[in-house]
């Protein structure tokens, strides 16, 4: 999985820091909301887009309703691993390789003391389909990274977003994001979502010769 990812990326990769807020309900506005209950929120469904001119019939094109499941993080040594057991896996992955928390050439996943106060990040997503709801089983902090939608998206748009214990993160459809990292793991989230799983991609590595840094810890 490493040597796959890593093959397409140039031989040197720039870091840029990722600003860190604390995330409430202002700071958070137009990227999404804090989340008490989970089980008392109603996650977006966005209507099937449209190519001409024609309008969708009333009750229509948002039906696909929304799946829920769980999402497991973990470090292997210097690599963040995640898995997302909420979306059918029949087409990718069933683990996902996150980020590194150093130089992603070096990483190893043998390593017996790794620095784990950041994670290093090739890759982001948005759902065009709908929204998504991240709630920490165990209560415990995280932080994730966002950045408003935009087909043109830049790595110095996204800024990072650290939820306190005891508190969930849902994010509007089409926020640019790669889910949400526990500053403890292994750790598991309660994950909500559209069903469809429109996913569309942008790889930093690849189109920037970057890759974003991003700070695991309470912002000062």
């Known amino acids: 999985m490493d040597g796959d990812i890593l093959a397409s990326f140039p031989q040197t990769l720039r870091r840029v820091e990722v600003p860190l807020v604390r995330a409430t309900n202002e ?3 137009g990227y999404g909301k804090l989340v008490d209950d989970p089980k008392n929120f109603a996650v977006e469904i966005v209507p099937w887009p449209l190519k001409g ?5 009333p009750g229509t094109g948002n039906q696909g309703g929304t ?3 769980t999402f497991d993080f973990w470090w292997e040594g210097d690599v963040l691993m995640g898995r997302n057991d909420a979306v059918d896996h029949t087409d990718e992955e069933d683990e996902y390789l996150i980020g590194w928390s150093c130089d992603p050439r070096a990483a190893r996943r043998d390593n017996p003391s790794p620095d784990h106060s950041r994670v290093l990040l090739w890759h982001a997503n948005y759902h065009p389909d709908g929204g998504q709801l ?22 110095e748009d996204f800024v990072s977003f650290y939820v306190e214990g005891g508190k969930g993160l849902y994010i509007h459809p089409n926020i640019w994001h790669e889910a949400v990292f526990p500053l403890a793991t292994p750790a598991r989230f309660h994950d909500e979502q559209g069903k469809v799983h429109g996913r569309v991609s942008c790889n930093f590595a690849e189109e920037f010769g970057l890759l974003l840094d991003v700070a695991l810890r309470k912002p000062d």
Request: charged share 25%; hydrophobic share 40%.
């Open 53 to 57: 001119w024609r309008k969708l019939d």
């Open 27 to 29: 700071s958070l506005k």
């Open 134 to 155: 991240f709630f920490p089983t165990d209560g415990g902090a995280f932080v994730s990274p966002l950045a408003l939608p935009g087909e043109d998206v830049k790595p």
């Open 67 to 69: 799946v829920t499941g």
